[in-house]
């Protein structure tokens, strides 16, 4: 076992997006390719003397390959210890919850979240700060900027590590410990609910189907809910982590769960459903025959949030995701807190939290929060939604309701155009630009714009500001049209339209959401031309 230095020759386009950076499989093999991702992290992290690294991933394909090379490379790093989940497994919610209680440094989490695993699927690597959260745009820039001029890889020369068994080992010095992936989340998990209120729901027969779409989150949740909530055998299925997932997309929406949408439309459906995704962060609320958009589940939560024992002395504020929907504010305005608006990316809620601004945060990509961690946490979610019901008595169906009868619905949706060229997408997005001007005031959708922009954010805590992250189209009503081009994907570009109206009145509240968001569907074609640039007459996913 020894020190080894080699040549190294950079990469182009290692530029990390809102989570990291995501590639095909097949380009993270690129002999060199991942070590010089880390090799940049490491050399912008620095002196690694007495510090604890995390690392772990969500079980995809590749990702225990990626684990060795990381392992050896922080050895030679000079890291004190380095934590590593049983057989390379850590959802992303668990590994801000290692960070966090173990004190560690910060942690390397490997997973390109909901997109698809296997030979032929995606990869991904991303950095999480020492408060659990993913690193901040000056961490992840200045990443980038060290992978173009990484001359030379150090590394050491031994074999593979043994990830099956807790246990520690050392390398070169740096002690290498094999810890159970579920207990720091479940610990955090226990402080904040009312197990026995939710024993006591299962008790009664309740019955909840949680699909874990073949992905990490399986023994999470076998783990609390089957193990110490008492719920049937069989409540988690799909509960068994594989590198392809399955062979399906693990992305919990109403497309791509269909298993789990179709036994929440039968005659003998369970009283909730759930999914989650890839690496367990996201989630999808579903009652019978009743799916909860993010955004309503978000402003459910904060609605409600003082019935849950972790959150029984209220909130310090909410933020979301700009494209989200505005239903939290809603909310927060009757409940006399503060709502803040941030661009796409859970790491700007970090500041937030980490300042004690907000309490609950969330996105309309399936992502909701708090300030236990710094991810966003699909079982957290479905812990929760079961202490709202088991403490009200009231089903998925009911919480929701009651919020649009108080607050109007805003009826909401999301049109993904997907494997664009990248010329094509970034033209549509300058021709929009260029037009921002000359919109407000005009009459669209059979009303005057009232607000035309580039949203752009300037982080309250630090004064940072980030610009350009998606254009909004707001009518004088409050109805929007949001432009964004993702930054989660791995091949082209994907445009997302996000379309919002809100509905105060009752009689129109079943309305399918396609219907009543027509004329602002119109609307986008009308001022983006998206028919010409994508060449697409119709979105590739509507959620």
């Not at 500001?465 to 929007?480: A, D, F, H, P, T």
Request: charged fraction near 20%.
């Amino acid at each position: 076992m020894k020190l080894v230095t080699r040549p190294a020759t950079p990469f182009e386009g290692q530029r990390p997006g809102t989570s990291g950076l995501r590639k095909k499989v097949s380009v993270f093999q690129q002999p060199g390719y991942l070590e010089n991702f880390v090799q940049a992290l490491f050399n912008v992290l620095g002196d690694a003397s007495g510090k604890t690294l995390v690392v772990g991933g969500d079980g995809r394909y590749y990702n225990r390959i990626a684990i060795q090379t990381i392992l050896r490379m922080a050895a030679a790093q000079g890291y004190a210890r380095v934590l590593v989940g049983q057989g390379g497994l850590l959802s992303t919610p668990a590994m801000s919850a290692v960070i966090r209680r173990r004190a560690a440094s910060g942690g390397i989490v490997l997973s390109a979240s909901h997109n698809p695993g296997g030979p032929q699927g995606d990869f991904g690597i991303k950095y999480n700060i020492a408060n659990g959260g993913p690193a901040p745009e000056s961490v992840t820039e200045a990443i980038y900027l060290r992978s173009r001029e990484v001359y030379e890889i150090r590394t050491v020369d031994s074999p593979d590590l043994p990830l099956d068994a807790l246990g520690t080992h050392t390398l070169l010095g740096t002690q290498i410990e094999i810890i159970d992936p579920v207990a720091d989340y479940c610990a955090v998990q226990r402080e904040l609910f009312d197990f026995d209120a939710i024993r006591a729901l299962f008790a009664r027969g309740f019955r909840l189907r949680l699909d874990t779409m073949w992905a990490v989150g399986g023994p999470y949740a076998k783990a609390l809910l089957e193990g110490e909530l008492g719920a049937p055998k069989g409540t988690v299925v799909n509960a068994e982590p594989r590198e392809d997932f399955g062979d399906l997309h693990p992305d919990p929406n109403p497309v791509n769960a269909t298993d789990l949408i179709n036994h929440m439309a039968a005659a003998d459906a369970p009283d909730m459903g759930a999914a989650t995704d890839g690496d367990a962060d996201r989630n999808m609320i579903v009652g019978r025959n009743f799916v909860v958009s993010p955004s309503d589940s978000l402003a459910v939560l904060a609605a409600h949030a003082k019935r849950i024992p972790g959150y029984a002395s209220g909130l310090a504020g909410v933020a979301r995701s700009m494209p989200t929907s505005t239903a939290v504010d809603r909310v927060a305005a009757a409940l006399g807190i503060a709502c803040y608006e941030t661009p796409t990316g859970w790491k700007f809620f970090g500041n937030l939290l980490d300042a004690g601004k907000v309490t609950l945060c969330g996105e309309e990509s399936y992502g909701t929060g708090s300030n236990h961690i710094r991810e966003k946490d699909g079982l957290w979610a479905v812990l929760f939604w079961l202490n709202l019901v088991a403490v009200t008595g009231k089903s998925v169906e009911q919480l929701v309701r009651e919020l649009w009868a108080e607050h109007g619905r805003c009826v909401y949706s999301r049109h993904d155009y997907e494997g664009i060229p990248t010329e094509q997408a970034d033209a549509l997005m300058r021709d929009l630009r260029a037009a921002l001007p000359g919109l407000p005031g005009q009459v669209l959708a059979g009303e005057p714009v009232a607000l035309a922009d580039d949203f752009a954010y300037t982080d309250p805590t630090d004064g940072s500001v980030s610009s350009k992250q998606g254009v909004r189209i707001i009518l004088q009503s409050g109805s929007r049209v949001v432009f964004r081009l993702s930054g989660t994907g791995t091949e082209g570009a994907t445009l997302r339209i996000y379309l919002e109206h809100h509905e105060p009145d009752p009689a129109r509240h079943d309305l399918h959401a396609q219907q009543a968001l027509a004329p602002l569907i119109a609307l986008a074609e009308q001022v983006a031309r998206v028919r010409h640039w994508t060449g697409m007459d119709t979105p590739s996913v509507m959620t």
